[in-house]
């Protein structure tokens, strides 16, 4: 009997990939670190998308659901991620194709081919990749597969508040008082900030949820205040508040927006130029120091400086990254967010998307590295090309099955990473944290 395709992560384009492989009658295996599919969505369940529901389903998970019956919600509503999950992901994987397949709480601490580290060369591709799995109780167990294809995104794995790249210093002893991420200031998390001193580092569309958000807590609890921190000096503040009415994602162009509208009232400090290099936790709370200028104290931090792929299961593969962007170096250039916004990065697939190990690609949010320009949709074409590749259907692989919606929001330089997707897009899929899907 044939090994299986192991996938990794069942989130949107987990379940993307996984869908095309059933309708292909291809065995498959999907491994998942959370107790259902899209716990990682679930994490920032509280964020609307600014994506409506038409470019929030893939097609071939839309086929499997509607012969079963499913009806997708209104094409043009916005739906926030417990709805998502709710209305889309849990009833995708509960389906007869994609339940027996697919195995929860179950985390990927190490891939590799079996019996091989990467320096052993030859006969690679002729062995089964070996994917060392742990459960909740720490058990260890070994799935073979002969092909990997890593969908587990990059949201648990957050940048930190250092500019640098690495956490500030004194960033990992006040870690109780930082969230990493867009905390649900109006739901479970509202003890946390009510009447609090916040500070919300990123220009990107979480930093925005978040503060919209805590303007809004300051209605009933009127000692709430924010001072917002960012990278980018006075002169390209506009690239930070967006497109406007000019964004083909309307909920995204009103967000941005609102904050320009909320600094210039003043219910927000706005700290330009800044780049955090330390923490201390004093008698007054928390003191943040770029070096050369401290902040007031404040009673908690909000970290929304984007995400980064977390590579260290990986490590006996071989893998060929861009050394900037932390993307597969052919699809590097096409999203690099200096050239490209969300709705111009061009399509692509299995052959932007190879490394030199055989047979296993990072598709998703982990295949576009630090870059911030992901958008679901994108996802969705690079799990149709590769799983019809790794089916020897070369012609479908390669052809661009894919017209993206044009934005005006992400041209440029991005300040950090996340600058264009809320949470994550899907959310618009960081919102997250990177939310421009």
């Known amino acids: 009997m044939p090994l299986p395709i192991a ?17 292909r009658g291809e065995s498959f295996v999907v491994v998942e670190s959370g107790a259902q599919a899209g716990a990682a969505v679930l994490r920032w369940g509280h964020v609307q998308m600014f994506t409506p ?25 916005f739906p926030t991620g417990a709805e998502l999950v709710a209305q889309y992901l849990a009833p995708l994987a509960a389906l007869p194709a994609m339940a027996p397949h697919i195995r929860y709480r179950q985390r990927v601490v190490a891939v590799a081919r079996r019996g091989h580290d ?31 294809i890593d969908a587990s995104g990059t949201y648990l794995s957050p940048n930190p508040l250092g500019a640098a790249g690495v956490p500030a210093i004194g960033e990992r002893h006040v870690s109780d008082r930082i969230f990493y991420g867009i905390p649900a200031v109006l739901g479970r998390d509202r003890a946390r900030y009510a009447n609090r001193r916040v500070l919300v580092a990123g220009s990107g569309h979480s930093a ?65 130029g800044w780049h955090t290099e330390r923490v201390d936790r004093t008698a007054d709370g928390l003191v943040v120091s770029d070096g050369q200028r401290t902040l007031p104290p404040v009673d908690e931090i ?9 590579l260290s299961f990986l490590r006996e593969l071989r893998l ?48 576009y590295g630090r870059a911030p320009t992901f958008l679901l949709l994108t996802g969705y074409e690079q799990a149709r090309s590769v799983t019809a590749a790794l089916c020897g259907d070369w012609a479908a692989a390669r052809r661009v099955e894919l017209e993206l919606p044009e934005t005006g929001v992400c041209s440029g330089p991005q300040a950090e990473a996340g600058a264009c997707c809320a949470p994550s897009g899907l959310i618009a899929l960081h919102p997250v944290s990177r939310s421009c899907c």
Not at 7 to 23: M, N, Q, S, T
């Open 7 to 23: 996938i990794i992560g069942a989130g949107p384009v987990g379940l993307a990939a996984a869908a095309h492989l059933a309708e």
């Open 53 to 77: 529901w038409r470019y929030c389903v893939d097609q071939a998970a839309g086929r499997l659901l509607a012969a079963a019956g499913w009806q997708m919600p209104p094409a043009d509503a």
């Open 118 to 148: 990467r320096q052993r060369g030859p006969d690679r591709q002729a062995l089964p990749f070996q994917l060392t799995l742990a459960d909740d109780e720490g058990r260890e167990s070994l799935l073979l597969a002969r092909a990997v």
């Open 208 to 272: 925005f949820n978040t503060i919209l958000d805590l303007v809004q807590l300051r209605a009933t609890a009127p000692a709430t205040s924010v001072i917002w921190v960012v990278r980018r000096d006075t002169a390209t503040l506009d690239r930070i508040f967006g497109g406007g009415e000019a964004d083909a994602l309307a909920a995204r162009g009103r967000l941005g927006m609102q904050i320009r509208e909320l600094v210039a009232a003043g219910q927000v400090t706005l700290v330009t």
């Open 302 to 310: 909000v970290v929304c400086t984007g995400l980064r792929p977390d």
């Open 320 to 367: 060929a990254l861009d050394p900037v962007v932390e993307a597969p170096v052919a699809l590097a250039p096409l999203i690099d967010p200096n050239l490209h916004s969300c709705g111009t990065v061009p399509p692509h697939g299995v052959d932007e998307l190879r490394h030199p190990e055989p047979d296993f690609y990072l598709i998703g949010m982990k295949s």
